[in-house]
């Protein structure tokens, strides 16, 4: 059986409330997204939030609304707590992968752990590029259709598109969960390119 880790990507407070659509978009997932991280948690499967995290001298930051997003040490770079527990691992990043110059590799090695479950915000932008860095470093790779959103419900759809044709299993939340749970295998194949 496979071990799992699920990984959040991006859920804190300045990043959410960017704008009115992103806002709505993950208020609109966050109840079965509590729900699944709580059935995750039940099941023994280790929760890794991923927290941009920047600092006043970083480089190539976006400014947003003339500030600095997610700076160190301010409430806006906090993870939102609804979606943290005492159990949960947070792990800080600079860039929109999870896996570019931080622990996390290491961390699900040491623990066997060779599936990665990718959730949270942007799909296609730190959805993705955690995902194409897991694929490239040997695991299995889900995204939850219903467990990420973007500002635009295009972008998402789009982002999932693309991860389900070239490194992704995309499943609801709820299949998932039954599966986990079940321990029904699932097929990580590789999708055939046209």
Request: aromatic fraction near 6%; glycine fraction near 6%.
């Given at each position: ?22 806002k709505a978009n993950v208020e609109r997932m966050t109840p079965a ?80 752990l060779d599936t990665v479950i990718i959730t949270g915000m942007q ?16 695991y299995n790779v889900i995204v939850p259709s219903d467990g990420v ?46």
């Amino acid at each position: 059986m496979p071990g799992y880790a699920v990984l959040t990507n991006d859920l804190q407070r300045d990043l959410v409330d960017k704008n009115s659509q992103r806002k709505a978009n993950v208020e609109r997932m966050t109840p079965a997204f509590v729900r699944f991280l709580t059935e995750m948690r039940t099941l023994g499967v280790p929760i890794v939030h991923l927290q941009l995290v920047y600092d006043e001298g970083d480089k190539k930051i976006e400014l947003h609304e003339g500030r600095i997003p997610v700076l160190r040490g301010t409430p806006g770079a906090e993870m939102l707590p609804e979606f943290v527990e005492p159990s949960d691992v947070v792990m800080e990043k600079k860039k929109d992968s999870g896996f570019f110059q931080t622990e996390l590799d290491s961390f699900l090695s040491s623990r066997d752990l060779d599936t990665v479950i990718i959730t949270g915000m942007q799909a296609q932008v730190c959805i993705q590029t955690t995902a194409a860095d897991a694929h490239f470093r040997g695991y299995n790779v889900i995204v939850p259709s219903d467990g990420v959103v973007s500002t635009r419900d295009a972008d998402r759809d789009r982002a999932l598109e693309w991860l389900a044709s070239y490194c992704a299993v995309v499943l609801p939340m709820r299949e998932l969960s039954d599966r986990i749970r079940q321990g029904d295998p699932i097929d990580f194949t590789p999708a055939a390119l046209p």
